[in-house]
């Protein structure tokens, strides 16, 4: 199984930047899909910040991020993505990928992004 993060980086408050997670190894037409987040010196985070689920169509977001950020999925191809756009600060985080497959719970590595000037 693997979850593999991509698109971080460093970027200015206000800018964006595209988040994508390639999945393998697992039913990922079947599986939900999270991104969460750890802060700098912060534990994980437990609330997600964008959920979409098996078909897509339904979103959920934290209330940090709503309106600012899209979640998205390519169930032929196993990718989902985060678009995240006016990149505030208080964004910088390692990003992660986050598959629930029928009781099964799969995590990625996570991409880092910094919001900074």
């Known amino acids: 199984v693997h979850l593999v993060e991509s698109g971080g980086g460093l970027v200015q408050p206000g800018g964006s930047l595209n988040l994508s997670c390639r999945a393998s190894?697992?039913?990922?037409?079947?599986?939900?899909m999270r991104w969460y987040r750890q802060a700098p010196g912060k534990v994980l985070d437990q609330y997600y910040i964008?959920?979409?689920?098996?078909?897509?169509?339904?979103?959920d977001y934290a209330d940090s991020v709503e309106g600012r950020f899209t979640v998205s999925r390519d169930n032929r191809n196993n990718l989902v993505w985060l678009q995240m756009t006016d990149l505030k600060p208080e964004d910088t985080a390692v990003y992660y990928c986050?598959?629930?497959?029928?009781?099964?719970?799969?995590w990625g590595r996570g991409t880092q992004v910094v919001v900074s000037e």
């Open positions: 964008a959920h979409i689920g098996i078909y897509g169509r339904y979103t």
């Open positions: 986050y598959a629930y497959d029928q009781g099964r719970e799969y």
């Open positions: 190894g697992f039913d990922f037409s079947a599986s939900t």
